[in-house]
């Protein structure tokens, strides 16, 4: 037996700055140092784990200590050198802070601070995993940290560096240190198995360096590892999933087409061959979250930068891509989506499998019920009764099989939502009409209650009351109703004046402004109608709908006054705020009637929320004050 053997990851472990491999950022800035003579009293590595940051502290303290130094090519031969190599050095002290946290342990590195190095040029104390620290014993190196003795060095080396006090980073010059990239961790496995003579394929270390996670260290340790398997025979990418307990991309693909082809039993028999081939559930839905993760982005990334961004050959792309064709963007989110959540429940759960089970299956029932047509028909069955916007003109006339001799609710087919405005009273003769879908399809979908006929009116109200009735927020159609005047409303043009200045603004800026367009495109839903809001000129022809806004609006009958009382002048309870006229009983009494219910209704509309009004139509109700 070889008791000398030495593990790969510290038989090449790098001597020299220029052997680290990766960190050109770091290896640069260091070497300027040296060369210019400008070295620090305190140092900062941070990093993940494996990226080279104890290595480059030792080659650091080297290149300093080198009998032909300060240096960035360290001999190796000398005394110094080669006890920095061995690990015993005399002037270069190492400490694990995971194991020596405590105060008492920093008291103890400032009572040996004081004394002068023995052989070297600079004391160097090189701390790792320094976050591991208390508070107190943080504390007790601040002020030693800050302003130490004459050639005496602190090189901190942590994973964590939040955990660092801010008062012990603001001392030390900061190094990041980055993940390596799997183009150079390849690179440097190739040139170890070739010195070696480990016969691997480019596959397999490819693989090995995107199992790594950014560490050389981990992916050198994990081909040490793998070199025992060299019987005469390459060692290949499912000699490597074996070890790890990974699943091979072609199982993935076969697995993942049962879910995307929504076939649960077809997926439960693959996952339990997987299972039974010793796989962890974690690990199962671990590797396929990645598999949708690299599925998405052959989707919706180029090609150029596909290989780089997954790590794939050609064949295992262009299956992806073959893949991805049956499904939209969305739909490989919401699979990776629970493919994380699941995982959650793994690691949380005492019965692993089950959940693992559970988990394939919701996967493939879910995968079918995601795409986007499917989802829309399923809300506009869960919604039922709310009907988009259509044109009146779609819907004609027919008679009612029976007169009407109640106050019959008014349903507006336009409206977004089937939204009951009011009653109006019905007289015993009056004809009674229906409004009746044209199209089949609109007859199945809606089929609107009978309305009272109005009165005959002209055109230009009759698409004014139309319009209102597109309002979808009562304050807004009472406000149009009390102070707007329509000019002009056709397919083409849409005209209305406001009193004064502000209501011209809110209509001009704000949501006021898109509830009238909306209103203007639903009416005319054939085309789109030039919208023009002005403030009212002299000329301009005033549209009375006194007695018109009873054939839209519910009117309460008003007890007449009795004849032997003196004619009074009527006024409405909100005059002063929203008419600047009087109505007099002398002149006409149903008329007077009929100002005062209108402008009760624009009180009532513009005084209330939007909610309040809704219910106040939708069960035909009364606003008491």
């Keep these: 037996m070889n008791k000398t053997y030495v593990p790969l990851y510290r038989k090449y472990r790098p001597q020299t700055l220029e052997q680290i491999v990766g960190q050109e ?7 300027n140092a040296i060369k210019t003579d400008k070295i620090a009293h305190a140092y900062l590595f941070t990093g993940p784990r494996g990226t080279g940051k104890t290595s480059t502290a030792r080659i650091f303290a080297k290149s300093l200590n080198c009998e032909k130094g300060p240096t960035i090519t360290p001999c190796g031969v000398c005394t110094n050198c080669v006890d920095i190599t061995n690990s015993t050095p005399v002037d270069v002290i190492e400490i694990d802070a995971a194991s020596n946290r405590s105060v008492e342990d920093a008291q103890n590195i400032l009572e040996k601070v004081m004394y002068a190095p023995v052989n070297s040029r600079y004391k160097i104390y090189i701390i790792d995993e320094v976050h591991m620290l208390s508070t107190t014993a943080f504390n007790a190196l601040l002020k030693t940290l800050e302003e130490p003795p004459k050639n005496v060095i ?13 008062t012990i980073k603001s001392r030390c010059q900061r190094f990041d240190f980055k993940r390596i990239t799997t183009d150079d961790i390849s690179k440097h496995l190739r040139f170890i198995a070739n010195e070696e003579k480990i016969n691997i394929t480019d596959d397999a270390i490819l693989e090995i360096a995107k199992n790594s996670a950014g560490g050389m260290r981990d992916s050198i340790a994990l081909l040490d590892q793998l070199s025992i398997l060299d019987d005469g025979h390459d060692i290949t990418v499912e000699d490597i999933n074996i070890l790890l307990g990974r699943i091979s991309f072609d199982k993935l693909k076969e697995l993942s087409n049962e879910i995307i082809n929504s076939h649960p039993s077809d997926a439960v028999r693959i996952l339990n061959n997987i299972y039974n081939s010793g796989n962890e559930p974690v690990q199962i839905i671990s590797n396929l979250l ?17 290989p780089e961004l997954t790590n794939l050959n050609n064949k295992q792309i262009e299956d992806l891509k073959i893949q991805s064709n049956n499904l939209e963007p969305h739909q490989i989110i919401f699979l990776t989506d629970k493919c994380s959540s699941y995982i959650k429940e793994l690691k949380a759960t005492t019965t692993p499998q089950l959940w693992l089970e559970v988990g394939i299956i919701d996967l493939a029932n879910l995968a079918d019920n995601t795409k986007l047509a499917e989802l829309q028909n399923r809300i506009t069955r869960l919604e039922g009764g709310v009907i988009k916007p259509v044109n009146v003109a779609q819907y004609k006339t027919a008679p009612a099989p029976n007169p009407i001799s109640k106050h019959t609710p008014v349903t507006s087919p336009i409206k977004e939502k089937s939204e009951t405005i009011q009653e109006k009273p019905i007289s015993k003769n009056e004809t009674n009409e229906q409004v009746q879908p044209i199209s089949p399809m609109d007859q199945e979908d809606f089929t609107p209650p009978p309305i009272s006929q109005k009165a005959p009116i002209n055109e230009l109200a009759q698409s004014w009351l139309q319009l209102l009735d597109n309002i979808q927020s009562v304050p807004t159609r009472a406000l149009l109703m009390q102070w707007a005047n329509p000019i002009k409303i056709t397919s083409e043009e849409v005209e209305i004046t406001l009193k004064n200045e502000p209501l011209l603004r809110q209509f001009t800026e704000g949501n006021k402004r898109d509830m009238l367009e909306q209103a203007v495109n639903i009416t005319f839903a054939d085309s789109v109608p030039k919208l023009i809001v002005r403030l009212p000129n002299p000329n301009d022809e005033i549209l009375d709908l006194k007695k018109k806004l009873t054939n839209q609006y519910q009117v309460k009958n008003i007890s007449q006054p009795k004849s032997g009382e003196n004619n009074q002048q009527v006024k409405s309870p909100i005059k002063k705020d929203l008419s600047d006229e009087t109505i007099d009983n002398d002149n006409d009494d149903n008329e007077s009637e009929v100002e005062i219910e209108t402008q009760n209704e624009v009180y009532n509309s513009t005084s209330h929320s939007d909610q309040v009004n809704m219910v106040k139509q939708l069960f035909d109700g009364k606003i008491i004050e």
Excluded: G
Aim: hydrophobic content about 45%; overall charge neutral.
């Design 154 to 166: 602190f090189i901190l080396a942590t994973t964590e560096v939040h955990k660092v006090l801010d």
């Design 290 to 306: 990645e598999y949708f993760k690299n599925m998405l982005i052959v989707k919706t990334c180029s090609d150029e930068i596909v």
């Design 25 to 31: 950022h770091i290896k640069r800035a260091l070497s």
